[in-house]
């Protein structure tokens, strides 16, 4: 079983539409938690950091992290098709490398 | 635009090649972390450096090295290429030690024939 789990996708939704991509992990020590945006055959940028639980907000996007049922949730409202692209969750104890999920692959549909 | 360099943007080589991978972390940030992208593997952590010294590593092979010089860019080197060594090859850099907010560049894509 890998230590994070993420449905591939591809998820398809209509433009405005709100999107809520999830993670899910074994390791209870996982404390830092990010979601990545790559678009084809680029760097991941960085969208999102959150410490422990709790939400985070930024613009469109929302950050969740439920650390006693051991999930992440990013949500982006009203999807524009410029959002389309492989969102990718990542996690680390603060002391070992970043852990990646496989990543999801959105397409936002006009 | 990160501020994370990497040089070449695409190499095209053989098998039993070496071949040398250029990143400049973005100013100011002292670690400097390795990835690769295959299809079937999604992002496996390779190597990380901060401020010239090795600090972890993950998966990576005895036929890959890299180093961090004094003007902190790295340099991660594959020898004797294999067909499965085609992948993307990211650079990442962060402030300090510990592996969060990493930047990643714009990746190298290596194809071994």
């Known amino acids: 079983q890998k230590e994070v789990e993420q449905d591939p996708g591809p998820l398809s939704v209509p433009e405005g539409a709100i999107v809520s991509l999830n993670c899910t992990y074994s390791?209870?020590?996982?404390?830092?938690f990010m979601w990545y945006r790559q678009y084809s055959r680029k760097g991941p940028e960085l969208l999102m950091y959150?410490?422990?639980?709790g939400n985070k907000e930024d613009g469109r996007f929302t950050a969740q992290v439920d650390k006693s049922s051991k999930y992440i949730s990013l949500f982006i409202r009203d999807s524009q098709p410029s959002d389309s692209a492989t969102y990718l969750c990542?996690?680390?104890?603060?002391?070992?490398?970043?852990?990646f999920g496989s990543g999801t692959r959105l397409q936002v549909q006009p | 635009d990160s501020g994370v360099t990497q040089t070449p943007k695409h190499l095209i080589t053989a098998t039993g090649q070496r071949v040398t991978l250029r990143c400049s972390p973005r100013?100011?940030?002292?670690?400097v972390y390795w990835y690769q992208q295959s299809l079937d593997q999604g992002l496996q952590f390779l190597i990380q450096?901060?401020?010239?010294?090795?600090?972890a590593k993950g998966n990576i092979l005895e036929r890959f090295s890299a180093q961090q010089f004094p003007d902190l860019h790295s340099e991660l080197n594959l020898s004797s290429l294999e067909l499965g060594d085609s992948a993307l090859y990211f650079c990442?850099?962060?402030?300090?030690?510990?592996?969060?907010?990493?930047?990643f560049g714009p990746g190298t894509r290596l194809t071994v024939l």
């Open positions: 990442a850099s962060s402030i300090g030690t510990t592996n969060n907010e990493q930047f």
């Open positions: 390791n209870s020590a996982f404390q830092y």
């Open positions: 959150t410490y422990s639980s």
């Open positions: 990542a996690m680390s104890t603060g002391r070992r490398a970043l852990t």
């Open positions: 100013s100011g940030d002292l670690s």
């Open positions: 450096y901060y401020n010239g010294e090795e600090r």
